[in-house]
């Protein structure tokens, strides 16, 4: 438990750290891979190279440690990140080695700041949050394995189909080597797929949103293939030159809390920028079948026709249903898109929007890149949908859209 003393030390100690934080986490990091280099199984090391995740786990502590009186208030976000740490397989023993690591980086980069008290009161203050996500996560794992189908970990599936949708993105059928039936999931989450590439010392982890409408035989992801050259594409680019069908991969069961919320018939726009068509997709189907009466509007920014992934799909089931409208915008069109009718050029505004859409009463699902995020939130702030109606996913760690 902590005394008022070591809150208050908490709640004056929290803003340096934060502004220390790039410098202590990047410390905690070094220190935590020299001790513990089994944990790289876990990490992304392409987000660790590029400082994305530096930051994440360090800036959520101290702004749960600001909270620490009222922890409730964060458990949403507890939640989220829970999804994400269940996806990947973080365990109750790993948070006392995070712990401790996070503590020395803050006692070496605060040196002589980082007297005996505040050491303590940040301890203690860990162990209660640490505990917070650890009880949240439990329960992860016991849903995940005791539902119909579900299990713990990660288990093989096997490649059945490769289909290539566009330039730039191959869908890969999944199916479960053990032949069970596929637990229920809730569309918008994604899995995690665990690769042992040759030549890697180390597995790596990758989550991608399910693209398919919930079945009980196959998953299906879509995976968009990084730039031969950038490092960052080492997972998506073994996936598309060497995963074939026939192959094996372990994967673990549907996480994440972007989901589609079936509970009313308000009209839905989904928005998607690039491969972030994955989980609107899969809301897309999902709605198609669940709430046939339902008004949806699906609008899908891509660079041209080369890159748009999936359209058949779309097109095919705007064809059978009258309640969906069907957007596309390209932001660098080939001269062929330039002549098609159904095609807008440009980028999304608030005035394209208010241009395809009678009004904003309506429940707006987005994502997609940081620039194309920004962009819509931006838009739908300035026609003041309320945060309520507006839920989105990043790719990569989470942020928050206020905050950036
Ligand atoms: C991701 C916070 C403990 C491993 C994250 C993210 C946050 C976070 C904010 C980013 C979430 C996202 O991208 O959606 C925390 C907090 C912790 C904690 C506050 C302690 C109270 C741990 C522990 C481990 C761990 C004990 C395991 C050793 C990971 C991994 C990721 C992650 C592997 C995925 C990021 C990547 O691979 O780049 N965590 N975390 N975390 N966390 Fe934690």
Redesign the pocket.
């Known amino acids: 438990m902590l005394t008022t003393e070591q809150k208050s030390i908490i709640k004056s100690t929290a803003p340096i750290l934060k502004e220390r934080g790039t410098e202590i986490t990047s410390r905690f990091y070094q220190q935590l891979f020299t001790s513990h280099p089994e944990?790289l199984n876990?990490?992304?090391q392409t987000?660790?190279k590029k400082g994305r995740?530096q930051t994440?786990?360090a800036?959520?502590?101290y702004a749960?440690a600001e909270n620490i009186d009222q922890l409730e208030d964060i458990l949403p976000v507890v939640k989220?990140?829970g999804h994400?740490?269940r996806s990947?397989g973080?365990r109750p023993e790993?948070?006392p080695?995070?712990g401790e690591h996070l503590l020395l980086a803050m006692k070496e980069v605060l040196g002589s700041d980082a007297t005996d008290d505040v050491l303590e009161a940040w301890k203690e203050a860990?162990g209660v949050?640490?505990s917070v996500?650890i009880e949240v996560e439990e329960e992860m794992y016991q849903d995940a394995s005791i539902q119909q189908g579900g299990w713990e970990g990660f288990k093989p599936f096997r490649v059945t189909h490769k289909v290539t949708e566009s330039n730039a993105i191959t869908s890969f059928y999944l199916e479960p080597v053990d032949g069970n039936v596929l637990p229920s999931f809730s569309p918008g989450q994604y899995i995690s797929v665990q690769l042992q590439i040759e030549g890697e010392t180390y597995t790596h982890?990758r989550q991608y949103s399910l693209s398919d409408a919930p079945n009980q035989n196959y998953f299906r992801i879509s995976v968009k293939k990084e730039s031969d050259h950038d490092p960052e594409g080492i997972v998506s680019n073994h996936l598309h030159e060497r995963v074939e069908v026939g192959d094996e991969i372990p994967v673990s069961a549907p996480a994440g809390d972007f989901v589609l919320s079936t509970k009313d018939e308000t009209p839905l726009v989904l928005i998607s920028g690039g491969v972030g068509l994955t989980p609107l997709l899969s809301m897309l189907k999902t709605v198609v079948h669940l709430q046939p009466e339902r008004r949806v509007t699906f609008i899908h920014a891509a660079r041209n026709s080369q890159l748009h992934a999936l359209k058949g799909e779309v097109t095919d089931l705007v064809k059978q249903i009258e309640t969906i409208q069907n957007y596309t915008i390209y932001s660098d069109p080939t001269e062929q898109d330039e002549q098609s009718v159904d095609t807008y050029t440009g980028h999304i505004t608030l005035e394209w929007l208010q241009e395809i859409l009678p009004h904003n009463q309506m429940e707006f699902y987005f994502c997609g890149p940081t620039g194309f995020m920004n962009a819509v939130y931006s838009a739908l702030q300035g026609w003041n949908v309320p945060e309520d109606r507006m839920h989105y996913e990043f790719f990569?760690?989470?942020k928050s859209l206020e905050t950036i």
Do not use: R
């Open positions: 944990l876990l990490f992304n987000n660790q995740q994440a786990l800036g959520a502590v749960a989220q990140i994400k740490h990947i973080v790993h948070y080695i995070v860990y949050i640490a996500f982890i990569g760690p989470a």
